[in-house]
């Protein structure tokens, strides 16, 4: 399996941005997918996560209202559109799968979102 993460890019204050993810294989639709992010001296920490269906959807409390996570089965992708932005938002962001076990298994490469103030 392979994740390829694209769609960051530097973006004003109050902007969006939507992020992709694209996986290769056949058993996309078979796995909850994940958004991450990572920013500079700092833990990755939880985005937004979507069940197999797209029917049920999580989100950190820090982005909920603003961001929305979405799935096309069809495609292989994942997206994250991102509304709102503010600086606090800047960071390298992963999509991941999660496995059976509930654990990530594979995660993508990272897509840098750079919000300026």
């Known amino acids: 399996v392979q994740l390829q993460a694209s769609g960051g890019g530097l973006v004003q204050a109050g902007g969006s941005l939507r992020l992709s993810c694209a996986a290769s294989g056949r058993t996309f639709s078979s796995y909850s997918m994940g958004w991450f992010r990572q920013a500079p001296g700092k833990e990755r920490e939880f985005v937004a996560a979507i069940s197999w269906s797209g029917g049920i959807k999580y989100y950190a409390d820090s982005v909920k209202g603003r961001f929305t996570i979405s799935r096309d089965n069809a495609k292989n992708t994942v997206y994250l559109q991102m509304n709102s932005l503010n600086p606090e938002d800047t960071a390298l962001y992963y999509c991941?799968?999660?496995?059976?076990?509930?654990?990530?298994?594979?995660w993508g490469q990272g897509t840098q979102v750079t919000v300026s103030s």
């Open positions: 991941a799968r999660e496995g059976v076990d509930r654990s990530y298994d594979y």
